[in-house]
């Protein structure tokens, strides 16, 4: 389940950074469209979180439970964080900023796997 | 829009890139230290000195203060460069990642490239300001 949801969240976060890098590009200012998949990738983190602590609380294999959810919570603020700054700039870079928190997302996502595998 | 501050344009993404450094590796080394410091308590400081190094430069870009900003990140340059050379020369020295190891492979080779970027902007903040 940790999987499936990791995976989503990688690649959900992966196409928004790809879409927001075009935007970038093309001088593209923060839009609604943005704010509506930045707002899917934040569901994704928080199911994540959610299967996460279920995970750690029921498996019985040895799991770095602190790193782990620590990811997860750290998973959790970056799309918000992503929106306020995103929204705030009013050029390119709005959509710049975006780039980077859903690189940061698609990255920890695959670290969260790493962690949960051991 | 050519405003050189860091409250607007290119100056903002270069924050949120070292705010994610400053959070990741002061996070990891926080971890490092309070779970194993004994392990390898000398890649396990230098990660805590990177990231505070990181929270520091995040801190200045952030609030425009460009000679603390060329500090941190000229130590920062010389940190990469210096701890990436050993890694690669006597990986021995460092029995566990930092950010820097093997010139910040370890973090898409960011590392590297993030001082050179803050450099290039800092320069061109200041030229703009003139």
């Known amino acids: 389940m940790i999987n499936q949801i990791a995976y989503t969240v990688f690649w959900l976060s992966a196409v928004v950074a790809l879409v927001a890098a075009w935007m970038t590009i093309r001088h593209t200012q923060f839009n609604d469209a943005m704010f509506y998949a930045v707002s899917a990738v934040e569901v994704g983190t928080l199911a994540l979180l959610g299967t996460g602590i279920a995970g750690v609380v029921t498996t019985d294999r040895h799991v770095a439970g602190t790193l782990l959810i620590s990811y997860l919570v750290t998973l959790v603020l970056v799309p918000p964080v992503t929106i306020l700054w995103g929204v705030a700039e009013k050029s390119r870079w709005g959509t710049g900023v975006v780039l980077i928190g859903m690189w940061t997302v698609a990255v920890m996502s695959i670290r969260v796997l790493q962690v949960w595998h051991g | ?130």
Do not use: C
């Not at chain 2, 996070?27 to 194993?36: E, G, N, P, V, W």
């Not at chain 2, 396990?44 to 060329?70: C, D, E, H, M």
């Not at chain 2, 701890?83 to 820097?100: I, K, M, N």
């Open chain 2, 1 to 130: 829009m050519a405003d050189p501050g860091t409250q607007h344009g290119f100056g903002r993404v270069v924050v949120a890139i070292y705010a994610v450094f400053a959070l990741s590796a002061s996070a990891r080394s926080l971890y490092q230290l309070a779970t194993k410091a004994a392990e390898a308590p000398m890649a396990y400081s230098l990660s805590a000195l990177a990231g505070i190094v990181y929270v520091v430069a995040t801190f200045a870009l952030a609030t425009n203060r460009p000679k603390l900003a060329l500090g941190t990140i000229a130590f920062e340059l010389v940190g990469v460069l210096t701890v990436g050379t050993l890694t690669v020369v006597d990986a021995s020295l460092f029995p566990d990642q930092t950010v820097w190891s093997d010139f910040g492979s370890g973090y898409g080779l960011v590392p590297l490239v993030l001082p050179f970027v803050g450099l290039a902007w800092l320069r061109r903040n200041s030229t703009h300001a003139r």
